[in-house]
């Protein structure tokens, strides 16, 4: 089964626009960590942000912003006011307590912002 | 800082040859891990290595991959004989795990593309 799910294959806006990228994860640990990366096309995956399965603030960085749903097991990453430099593709990460540094990714989300 | 650098960056073999990849990690980062990425996917881990040992090696394809990290600073990646099967990027990635900061986030290099023909 699929520990990370990313259900959104390709997204395309209009810069400018809000766009959230779904990301729904699956683990019977208590104690986890999820991660968002983003690959632009040069290849080289960037880290974004870290969170542990204790902390579920939202967290905004700049445009960029997180909500952690343990309810529902998501955590989800919008985009306010989408730029043509935000096209890329974006992974969500698990990565479980006790097997800690075994990442699962999903298989990301292509965005794609258009001028 | 210097980030995680790979060579080369891209290559091109036939099948039943042998190929290379290297990686050297970031300064200091004990953890090495090779990822394969497939077209459309996420990365898929190959090996991670704590220092020069290898603690995580169950998905690599042992009858044809190798891999080694001696001094636990620069690893190779080798496959031989390559297949069709094998063109993907091979990403390596790079973090430093201590007691206080497991799950740390990793850093990747920019890969390296095989496309076997």
């Known amino acids: 089964a699929q520990k990370v799910t990313q259900a959104q294959t390709e997204i395309s806006v209009v810069e400018k626009e809000d766009v959230t990228l779904d990301c729904v994860y699956e683990?019977?640990?208590?104690?986890?960590?999820l991660f968002w990366y983003k690959q632009p096309p040069s290849g080289e995956l960037v880290f974004l942000i870290r969170r542990n399965s204790f902390d579920e603030q939202n967290e905004i960085s700049g445009r960029y912003s997180w909500n952690f749903q343990k309810s529902t097991s998501s955590f989800n990453f919008t985009i306010t006011a989408s730029q043509v430099v935000d096209s890329a593709v974006y992974f969500c990460?698990?990565?479980?307590?006790?097997?800690?540094?075994?990442?699962?990714f999903g298989s990301g989300t292509k965005l794609n912002v258009k001028p | 800082e210097a980030g995680v650098v790979q060579s080369p960056r891209y290559k091109i073999i036939e099948k039943k040859q042998p190929v290379a990849f290297w990686c050297n990690p970031i300064?200091?980062?004990?953890?090495l891990y090779w990822y394969r990425q497939n077209l459309g996917q996420g990365p898929e881990l190959l090996i991670r290595y704590e220092n020069e040992e290898a603690v995580d090696d169950s998905q690599l394809p042992k009858d044809r991959f190798s891999a080694e990290r001696l001094k636990g600073v620069d690893s190779t990646l080798k496959i031989q004989p390559a297949e069709l099967g094998d063109s993907a990027v091979y990403l390596c990635?790079?973090?430093?795990?201590?007691?206080?900061?497991?799950?740390?986030?990793?850093?990747f290099g920019n890969g390296t593309r095989l496309t076997v023909t």
């Open positions: 990460a698990l990565s479980e307590m006790d097997n800690f540094n075994k990442f699962y």
């Open positions: 990635a790079s973090s430093l795990e201590d007691p206080e900061s497991y799950n740390s986030p990793l850093h």
């Open positions: 683990t019977r640990d208590t104690t986890y960590y």
């Open positions: 300064s200091g980062h004990n953890t």
